[in-house]
């Protein structure tokens, strides 16, 4: 099983991106998805999650700027970021708990894609 993200770039503040991340592999079904970002010297740290059935969360300091989607069919989840801000720049991870067998998660990570953010 892989993720690939991708849809990173440069850009200024106040643009916009849209980051995709796209599993293949053997998969029975996905559970929860999320992205995560990581800026230099600091740690981890959630932005948003979308579990299978609907809902949404947000990091609070994206909530009304980024908006997470996903498409089951396609086992693709998607990072709308508007109105981006230099403290946005970071390596952003995608993360899914993918079933490769019925009852079987796995937790499985993407390699990153960066965002710049320049003011």
């Known amino acids: 099983v892989q993720l690939q993200a991708s849809g990173g770039d440069l850009v200024q503040a106040g643009d916009s991106l849209r980051l995709s991340c796209a599993a293949s592999?053997?998969?029975?079904?996905?559970?929860?998805m999320g992205w995560y970002r990581q800026a230099p010297g600091k740690q981890r740290e959630l932005v948003a999650t979308?579990?299978?059935?609907?809902?949404?969360n947000y990091a609070d300091s994206v909530k009304g700027r980024f908006t997470i989607s996903r498409d089951s069919a396609k086992y693709t989840l998607y990072l709308q970021m508007n109105s981006l801000t230099p403290e946005d720049t970071a390596v952003y991870y995608c993360n899914a708990v993918i079933e490769v067998l019925p009852g079987v998660p796995y937790d499985s990570w993407g390699q990153g894609t960066q965002v710049t953010v320049s003011s």
């Open positions: 592999g053997n998969i029975h079904t996905i559970r929860g």
């Open positions: 979308i579990p299978r059935d609907g809902g949404t």
